[in-house]
């Protein structure tokens, strides 16, 4: 089972920047990936950012590219999202998530409680 907790959301106006932070406790796995997705009121939850165990693959939405950046610090067992050039269409609820195996498709085996991004116009 593996525990992961956010920080970081909240309320800023359009350009503003924003980090978004997840610790992760409980067991690891040997290829685990650990990311970032966000659902917006009325649509499907998307996948936002991805990244491996070891750092040297990272995976994001075209929405994002450019613009967000995804990295980790294995030590503390903490996923950071860094988002700049904030807009409108970047409000949404993001949750961290660990895939225990990332192969081909971010698919998450466990999910965080997610944490209010608000991009106002």
């Known amino acids: 089972q593996v525990q992961l907790v956010e920080s970081g959301g909240g309320l800023v106006q359009t350009g503003d920047s924003l980090r978004l932070s997840c610790a992760a406790s409980g067991r690891t796995f040997s290829s685990y990936g650990m990311g970032w997705f966000r659902q917006a009121p009325g649509k499907a939850r998307e996948f936002v950012a991805g990244?491996?165990?070891?750092?040297?693959?990272?995976a994001y939405a075209d929405s994002v590219k450019g613009r967000f950046a995804i990295s980790s610090d294995n030590a503390k067992n903490t996923v950071y999202l860094q988002m700049h050039s904030l807009k409108p269409e970047d409000t949404a609820v993001y949750y961290c998530?660990?895939?225990?195996?990332?192969?081909?498709?971010?698919?998450?085996?466990?999910w965080g409680q997610g944490t209010q991004v608000t991009v106002s116009s």
């Open positions: 998530a660990v895939d225990r195996n990332w192969g081909i498709r971010f698919t998450p085996n466990y």
């Open positions: 990244v491996n165990w070891s750092g040297s693959r990272t």
